[in-house]
């Protein structure tokens, strides 16, 4: 019989690749019957250096294997954002995929083509093969409603979101500002907008959805919306499975070495907070010094990771940072240029708070740490994980961010005291501790998410052909 492979799709961006990483670990170590195949695309445009850690993971987990697929003719036109790019690059990758997974096949039985949002074109290429075709979603429950949704908004709301001005009705879901819909989907006229309405259509054609994250994190109406086919009303459902939560413990290993942890081993419990945008979050310079305006009038312990622009060299702190605030801070701040290791930093007993972008692999983070977060929304879907972390979930205070998107010193200066000091920010503590707890429960025997994932492979096998 042949040996029975789960085939992993991600999008090229770190952040994607690592969470399928991860649901891969995860499948291996649950059902040791599997193997796992990850396909891999190297794009002519800046998605993050992902190469290090693909080669990290090829060493310590070889049971994994890679698979980089021949590139595309493709010339980029540097008139088109991200996603643009990212969907039209892996749209011209289908032939590739297809070659890849007919080589595959020859040795192989394809149990589940599990593929990430942003490769939604491959769907096609897996129905002409026959193949079980899934999604791994790589946020949380509660946007995957209003994405499955966002096909029926588009037929009802004949003008772009960024126009809109009554709130929108999602199954499930609070009411949402149109505004917190992902910067590509706010203007019709985007090409991003077409590719993000195609997708989101073509996931409820599909055999299954994997989330990352957990029952007892969501919002239950938002679950009940998603199980009895409220949010895609012309289709029905696929089944949906709450794998999570998965994160990455380490990127490239060696985190005991860093200079941040030695900093944070003197320092008291839960009295640093730490602030982190990911790896592209990035700030103008005038934001960069109200926040350590804000900072230093807080007078709060803190760890602060800057990233002023998205060129390789490391900022230039002395241009960017108020005249002497290294040396009036250093009492009781540091600040990084570079890389940390944000999950070893999370977890550190000095950790009382995380000022976050809310990207869901960071909300994850810090969830499984038991870190309550202030929420500060950049770009992509995070204005609606914020909204759903704030009012659904109650693991986040919400910064306050001016009209124009700015935020000033006194805002940081109250947002992060409040995090760290208030009762509202000791409630959340508690409750972020409680989910620490339950999250762990979710991934252990018996626990919810493992019963989804059991319950997900149960249907792949159940589908092979004798």
């Not at 029926?152 to 609070?174: A, N």
């Not at 390789?312 to 990084?336: I, S």
Request: proline share 8%.
């Amino acid at each position: 019989m042949k040996e029975m492979v789960v085939v992993l799709y991600p999008s090229p961006c770190s952040g994607h690749l690592m969470s399928m990483v991860e649901l891969a670990k995860l499948i291996l170590h649950r059902h040791p019957n599997l193997s796992t195949t990850i396909l891999t695309v190297n794009p002519p445009f800046y998605v993050g250096n992902t190469a290090p850690y693909i080669a990290y993971i090829s060493n310590e987990f070889p049971d994994i294997a890679f698979l980089e697929l021949s590139p595309p003719e493709f010339s980029v036109d540097h008139s088109l954002n991200l996603e643009t790019l990212v969907f039209e690059f892996i749209h011209d990758s289908n032939p590739s995929v297809s070659k890849a997974l007919e080589s595959i096949c020859e040795q192989s039985n394809i149990v589940a083509f599990i593929m990430d949002l942003f490769c939604m074109t491959a769907l096609d290429v897996a129905n002409d093969m026959h193949i079980p075709a899934h999604v791994f979603y790589t946020s949380s429950a509660a946007d995957l409603a209003i994405f499955l949704y966002t096909p029926t908004l588009h037929s009802r709301i004949p003008i772009s979101f960024r126009d809109q001005k009554e709130l929108l009705i999602v199954p499930g879901l609070p009411l949402v500002p149109p505004t917190s819909m992902p910067d590509p989907l706010l203007d019709r006229t985007n090409k991003a907008y077409d590719w993000f309405v195609k997708a989101c259509n073509r996931i409820a054609l599909t055999q299954g959805i994997l989330v990352n994250s957990f029952d007892e994190l969501e919002p239950p109406r938002a679950l009940r919306a998603l199980a009895f086919g409220e949010c895609t009303p012309d289709v029905p459902t696929p089944p949906v499975y709450c794998i999570g939560p998965l994160i990455a413990a380490s990127t490239s290993g060696g985190d005991d070495d860093c200079q941040c942890l030695e900093w944070l081993r003197v320092q008291p419990a839960a009295s640093v907070v730490y602030l982190c945008f990911g790896s592209q979050g990035t700030f103008s310079p005038p934001q960069i010094k109200e926040i350590a305006i804000g900072l230093e009038n807080s007078r709060q312990r803190f760890l602060w990771v800057i990233h002023s622009t998205r060129l390789m060299h490391e900022p230039d702190l002395d241009a960017l940072l108020p005249e002497g605030f290294l040396g009036r801070t250093a009492e009781f701040g540091m600040v990084m240029t570079s890389w940390a290791p944000q999950v070893a930093v999370l977890n550190h007993p000095a950790v009382g708070g995380f000022v976050t972008h809310c990207g869901w692999n960071s909300a994850l983070e810090s969830v499984c740490a038991g870190v309550p977060m202030l929420a500060w929304p950049l770009y992509a879907e995070q204005h609606l994980n914020a909204l759903f972390m704030v009012e659904e979930m109650k693991i986040a205070m919400a910064m306050e961010i001016g009209d124009s998107g700015f935020v000033d010193g006194g805002a940081v200066a109250r947002c992060v005291k409040g995090l760290m000091e208030s009762e509202k920010g000791n409630m959340l503590r508690d409750r972020s501790k409680a989910l620490k707890e339950k999250a762990a429960t979710a991934l252990s025997e018996g626990g919810t998410s493992r019963l989804s994932l059991d319950a997900a492979v149960e249907a792949w096998l159940g589908a092979v052909q004798p």
